[in-house]
């Protein structure tokens, strides 16, 4: 049930996030898209061992998070979430790559470096797509990706999903609570549990038709209407755009910290 309460929660704080007043929020939803993808892109294209490169770019998601006020624990609780998937992946790279570099006198294998460079860019990748869903929203989000190109299909399935994720949570929670208050406490059988499954299998699917039935005597056609932008993108948007996009470029083009490393090198020696 703790399991059920949390996802609900966490849905729901997603939801109230969106609905902040920030002018991160109040930002075209195209503007934040395109420029989140252009960073994941950059971020991604890094190679195995760059890493240094990689530092300057923890600016962009520190920025829409701090503008955005948004908690930090919002995008921390669901990188610790996802960490364990890019974790497995990663670890074996140092049994792989065996071969060294010498980093400041010191010998280190390449397979460290390789690790470090995978869990950098999925904290840099997974941390912005978090905040841009928070500071924007799922039917926001939606309507930017059909104007992108995206066909209507996907983003409607992806908004329904979203949308009614939270009527299956609540029924599973609303069945798993009348269980246990049946049981006074006891264990849950295979038994149970099985039956339990089927019960919500049969309330979904009633629920879904009841939906389904309502949005039909809505004269429903397949186009899920949303709140989104259809006006031009203003001064402000295009300014976020080439701002950002111009300095990802540059921060992927030069190596920030070893130019000012070498830069303060010169000055002081």
């Known amino acids: 049930m703790a399991t059920l309460d949390s996802a609900l929660w966490q849905l729901d704080q997603t939801n109230r996030l969106a609905d902040g007043t920030t002018w991160i929020h109040r930002l075209d939803s195209r503007a934040k898209l395109f420029t989140t993808l252009i960073f994941i892109l950059l971020v991604a294209s890094h190679g195995p061992l760059e890493i240094s490169s990689l530092i ?3 600016i962009y998601p520190a920025f829409l998070l701090f503008n955005a006020e948004l908690p930090l624990s919002y995008v921390v609780k669901r990188l610790f979430f996802a960490a364990p998937f890019v ?24 397979g460290w470096l390789s690790m470090s460079s995978i869990l950098i860019r999925f ?11 928070a500071s924007t929203g799922m039917s926001q989000l939606c309507t ?24 299956l949570l609540t029924e599973g929670l609303s069945l798993y609570r009348a269980t246990q208050l049946r049981r006074y406490g006891q264990r849950l059988t295979l038994t149970t549990g099985t039956n339990l499954l089927g019960q919500l299998l049969q309330r979904t699917t009633t629920r879904a038709n009841r939906i389904h039935n309502a949005m039909l005597s809505r004269n429903f056609s397949g186009q899920i209407s949303s709140a989104g932008t259809t006006t031009k993108l203003s001064k402000q948007d295009w300014s976020f755009i080439v701002g950002w996009c111009s300095l990802f470029i540059l921060m992927r083009n030069i190596n920030l910290p070893l130019y000012l490393g070498q830069l303060l090198k010169g000055v002081w020696f």
């Not at 992108?148 to 908004?159: A, D, E, I, S």
């Open 56 to 58: 300057p770019f923890i």
């Open 144 to 167: 930017a990706l059909n104007q992108f190109g995206v066909p209507h299909l996907f983003t409607r399935q992806l908004l329904l999903l979203h949308r009614y994720m939270i009527v």
């Open 87 to 110: 974790v497995f992946i990663a670890i074996f790279n140092p049994l792989i790559d065996t071969q060294t570099v010498n980093i400041a006198g010191y010998e280190l294998r390449q």
């Open 123 to 133: 904290v840099l990748t997974a941390s912005a797509a978090l905040i841009l869903l």
